[in-house]
């Protein structure tokens, strides 16, 4: 069985896609699997081929996949009657030009952030009727969307902390209408973050007005949507991964937070050199894997065991499938637990916490694929168009 893994993509997150990647590659192969690579450029080139099964590449100045001699340009048609990749047309390389077999019998998109784990390429998949890894295009995209997801989760009864957000329009046509509304429901301090970005990025904490418009701003040029919630002081934060269905939940582990917020750096680059250039070279080989954190997380079996349950009905609230890890915030009494927000295809696929809950990391990725036939032949049991012709003459009788 072949998997094609796809890789890198248009998101601030393709150097961390580019290792998680890896890490399944590995484990996929460990499990039996033949690999089809596929590393799509920042600009959104795709390329197919083994050669690219190779972690150094991708921290060489100037790596330009088109020059790999096993490196084809291809796309995915969303044409149904194609289902396999094709190549791109000006990917033929010289008249001694032998096609690659392109044949995947699964995708499966380890991509972080916009355009891969935001239901867009879900919907390529969908059109192209081809059987993919992880969460379909509605759970993909809330997932992405830390506005929606409140909105889902509280309807669901989960704990989430309350929020007001704001369109950049409406913003940018009236600032402090926006400030004062966000003034009169919270006290400072306050968090302010774009709805749909990863990593910590122009995640603030602000302490008046003046940071607070400063913050906005800075978020708004990430994303069109802002949203603010009450700053929670000398939390803690718990983690959870669940994979399914049937649902199982991994054991809690508990991030180190070094200062007031999980920062972009702590999170990718920790033990790196800092102010290496390339942001590969930069951080650490383990990516994920290597935040300092503590699993199992030093909490009570109860509060663990709520943790999973929340986990759980957060995961199945928004329709996941495949895997995802779940992030909590622990306020400072110890035992408020709120749900703070979903990954639909986590750093590292959160292999740490499944290896420490007895799963083995090409056992995850098995089940993974696992789960994607799975979904597609149900998807085969949906009908999707009616056996009658609306178009046709109507009979006289
Ligand atoms: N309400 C909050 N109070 C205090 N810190 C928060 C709050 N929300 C998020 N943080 C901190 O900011 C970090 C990034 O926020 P998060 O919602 O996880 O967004 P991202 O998608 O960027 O990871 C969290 O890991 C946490 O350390
Ligand atoms: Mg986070």
Redesign the pocket.
Known sequence: MTVAVLFGGRSVEHEVSVISAHQVMDALEVAGFSLLPIFISKSGAWFAGRGLYNLKLYSTPGFDPGQLRDSHRVSLSPDTSTRQLVLHPNGAKGFFYNPPLLWADIFFPVLHGTHGEDGRMQSLFELADVPYVGAGVEASATGMD?IRQKEIYRAAGLPV?DCLWTGRQDWNANPSAFVKAVEARFPYPV?V?PSS?????A?S?CLNSNELLQNTNLAMQFDDRVMV????VN?K?INCSIIGPPYQASVCEMPS?DG???TFDAKYKTGSKAGSKSPIAGMSKSGMASLNRIIPAPISPELTAYVQQLATRAFQSLGCQGIARI?F?LAEDGHTVFV??INTMPGSLSFYLWEASGLGFDQLVTRLVENGMERFHQKISTQFSLDVNLLAPAKSS
């Not at 970005?197 to 990025?201: Q, T």
């Not at 919630?229 to 929670?232: F, Y």
């Open positions: 830390k902390l968090i973050k970005l990863g990593s910590s990025i995640v904490r919630e009450p700053a929670l939390f934060e937070v007031d917020l999980l992030d915030l703070n927000e």
